[in-house]
Each structure stands twice: as structure tokens, then as C-alpha cells.
T-cell receptor, first 112, second 115 residues
Framework: ELKVEQNPLFLSMQEGKNYTIYCNYS?????LYWYRQDPGKSLESLFV?????AVKQEGRLMASLDTKARLSTLHITAAVHDLSATYFC????????????FGKGTKLSVIP | AAGVIQSPRHLIKEKRETATLKCYPI?????VYWYQQGPGQDPQFLIS???????DKGSIPDRFSAQQFSDYHSELNMSSLELGDSALYFC??????????????FGEGSWLTVV
């Protein structure tokens, strides 16, 4: 069974600062997704990471994947208030699986 | 761009009643997924369908059933509702070749409250 651990679960940071969210998972996964969720809203896709060493960037967010370490990171650069949300990582167990296994989420609050 | 459409957006049911949620995937998406998200929780995978056949099954209670129809829309039927079924239910869709890393898109969700 695939287990996913995200940390931190809560993150309060000042605008302009940098920080990294970590996502560890327990078994082999061939792809990993990052989602953003505002309270009571849908899950917005941020990144899909497919291979070891994959790095993707969009605006102030950059995600990476290390399949050997079973680790993905979401790096926030020069945070702004609009980035306040809950961020989920979700690896998929392996080929043939359709399940996203979500972490507990990291609730990010960016303080002006 | 078209998104995943879910209905109803909100519903209130009493214990032991039945509820049906509907999901219309993005056009040309043939894979549909259902997730349940309790208050303050992460989404939990329930079930998925590809080309009208069940493709994967997660923690879906036996009281729940789902299917995908010929027009690719899907319905989640929930019977003998319990208070613990109160949650936000998401439908998601993707093209079949999600193995290549296509995005899985989520709908706005259906809020179910069981009283």
C-alpha cells in the first residue's frame, strides 16, 4: 500500500520569502501530481512529474521528483499572498493504476 | 475551456436515504474517477472507470455503487446514507493515456450533507 507523507502540514510564511514543501512516498511510483486547493473549492492541477530528476516550474512554484529517494519537493520562491492555499502531492502507485494517493496536504498561509 | 461538470453541487439527505451524484467529463476524456473528501481531510479515491468498465477500486463502501454510461458520463449512487458520508465528492477525468502524464482534471465537487 502506497503511503504518502507531506511536511510541513502547516506553513506560515511572510511575503517575499522562500520555502520548500516535501512529499515522501513509500513505494515505487511512476508519476506524481501536485494540486492546489482553496477552501471548499476544486483541486487545481499544478504539475505532473513523470521521471526521475524531472523539474517543472510555473511562476513562483517549482516542483521536482527524485524517484530513487521517493521524494518530491514543491519550492516556493518569493511568496505572495495569492499563493495561500492547501497543496497536495499525489503519487500514483504504478503502471496500470488509476489511483491518486494524496498526502495530508500542506496548508500555506502567506502573510503580508 | 470545458471542465468537468458535477451535479448537484449541494444536497442534503437524511440518514438511510439514497443519493445520486452525476459527473460529465471533459469532452474526449474516457476515464472518470470519483474521490471523497471529508472536512479537513485529503481526498480519498473511491473508484474509476475507463470505457464504461471499472478500472480501479479504492475505499468505496459496499453501500455505494457507480457506473459510466455510453456517453461517458458517470453516476455515483449512495444508499443507506450515514452521517459519516457527509463530504465533498469530486469527480475527475482524463484521457486514457494518463500514463504519459496527462493531467487529471477535477470538477467543482458535490457537497453532500447527511442529517
Amino acid at each position: 500500500e502506497l503511503k504518502v507523507e507531506q511536511n510541513p502540514l502547516f506553513l506560515s510564511m511572510q511575503e517575499g520569502k522562500n520555502y520548500t514543501i516535501y512529499c515522501n512516498y513509500s513505494t515505487t511510483s511512476d508519476r506524481l501530481y501536485w494540486y492546489r486547493q482553496d477552501p471548499g473549492k476544486s483541486l487545481e492541477s499544478l504539475f505532473v512529474l513523470l521521471s526521475n530528476g524531472a523539474v517543472k516550474q510555473e511562476g513562483r512554484l517549482m516542483a521536482s521528483l527524485d524517484t530513487k529517494a521517493r521524494l518530491s519537493t514543491l519550492h516556493i520562491t518569493a511568496a505572495v499572498h495569492d499563493l495561500s492555499a492547501t497543496y497536495f502531492c499525489a503519487p500514483v502507485p504504478g503502471a496500470g493504476s488509476y489511483q491518486l494517493t494524496f498526502g495530508k496536504g500542506t496548508k500555506l498561509s502567506v502573510i503580508p | 475551456a470545458a471542465g468537468v461538470i458535477q451535479s448537484p453541487r449541494h444536497l442534503i439527505k437524511e440518514k438511510r436515504e439514497t443519493a445520486t451524484l452525476k459527473c460529465y467529463p471533459i469532452p474526449r476524456h474516457d476515464t472518470v474517477y470519483w474521490y471523497q473528501q471529508g472536512p479537513g481531510q485529503d481526498p480519498q479515491f473511491l473508484i474509476s472507470f475507463y470505457e464504461k468498465m471499472q478500472s480501479d477500486k479504492g475505499s468505496i463502501p459496499d453501500r455505494f455503487s457507480a457506473q459510466q454510461f455510453s456517453d461517458y458520463h458517470s453516476e455515483l449512487n449512495m444508499s443507506s446514507l450515514e452521517l459519516g458520508d457527509s463530504a465533498l465528492y469530486f469527480c475527475a477525468s482524463s484521457p486514457y493515456d494518463s500514463f504519459s502524464g496527462n493531467t487529471i482534471y477535477f470538477g467543482e465537487g458535490s457537497w453532500l450533507t447527511v442529517v
